[in-house]
């Protein structure tokens, strides 16, 4: 670390925006990776099912642009967490997935799968006219 100026206050409010950055950070891959994971979830498993194919390319497509771009410009604008301060430093070799974040990743996305899947089911059982 340098210090441009004599204030220590510097290094602080360094490490108050690092913090925050990073706390962002992992929100957003938390939220993304849940959100991909459904997808990829409903993908695999709806042929096993004898599912037709849930999405297309085009629908992949929109899914992204609107579930990833927004969402990620709002986490860059996120307020610290309270207490951000008091908390200790984190290992410098912990991953970013730690503390149940791939558990979260995992579970939300097969929820989302099975929301898909039984709504795709319904759909197909109601034999909706396509338009």
């Excluded at 210090?3 to 891959?29: C, H, M, Q």
Aim: charged share 15%; hydrophobic share 50%.
């Amino acid at each position: 670390m340098i210090l441009l100026e004599d204030n220590f206050a510097s290094i602080v409010k360094a490490i108050r925006t690092g913090r925050r950055i990073y706390d962002n950070i992992r929100k957003f891959i938390k939220d993304t990776m849940s959100s991909n994971s459904g997808e990829i979830w409903t993908l695999l498993f709806a042929p096993f099912l004898g599912l037709p194919t849930p999405l297309l390319p085009a629908h992949i497509l929109w899914i992204k642009l609107i579930t990833d771009g927004l969402p990620g410009l709002a986490f860059t604008a996120e307020p610290a967490e309270s207490g951000i301060m008091s908390r200790a430093p984190r290992p410098p070799r912990e991953s970013i997935f730690a503390h149940g974040m791939w558990q979260h990743i995992l579970w939300v996305g097969l929820f989302v799968a099975a929301i898909s899947i039984v709504a795709q089911t319904w759909a197909i059982g109601r034999k909706v006219a396509h338009w």
